[in-house]
């Protein structure tokens, strides 16, 4: 027997991974000189490893049964599969999680140095560092207690603001990439994972998660036949 060796999940043509057997099937095996029907009633999936509730003529197995064992008994004792039973799609993956991030933040890091790239030939690095340079003045101002200098200073600040923002609505860049990067998740920081588990903010974008890994494994595979 493979003791100890994965079996892998079932790629489907969505995609999407599948556990190896599906939940309801039925086969006829033979085993202890004479046939039992087998049933799948159940499949869960732990450290990567896939775990089956068995009945034996309606009588549950004591212990679930390992992908593994379950795909031997089967290859060698099945007779006949008399119900095909239900495709179970494999619980949210961390890799997945990983790489549905790290995806994230590559377009994250590609559009701000695409839009830095494009106010590279205009003014706006000029104006930024104009803008700055008010901060403290104004600040100073204040603090003396001189509202004329103050106000003055920051009728300057806002015709330089001005400025930012046509410079960067000409260039048609998006403005959000130059502020400050807020994070949905301050426990993971957007990054779907905390000390190797998969943080709680995950779970209510599972969807998309699952929908995106699909898609990468069909372009891996539609790369895979072309070379
Ligand atoms: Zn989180």
Redesign the pocket.
Known sequence: MTAGKRLPPLEGENGRLYFNFNVGAKYVVYELGGTTVFEITNCYYRNGIEYYDITRDGVLNRTPFSGNRLSYLLKFKCLEQIEPGTPQELPLLIDEVKLYYAKKYDAYKTAKNAALAALKNTKYAEVEKAVKALYAPIAFAELQGDGIRANELRAQLNALEEKRLEILKKTKVDLSLFEERKYN?Q??R?F?T?DGII????YSNVDDIKAFSAAQRIAERAKRSRN
Do not use: E, S
């Open positions: 998740c426990r993971c957007d779907g905390v943080c709680d903010c995950v």
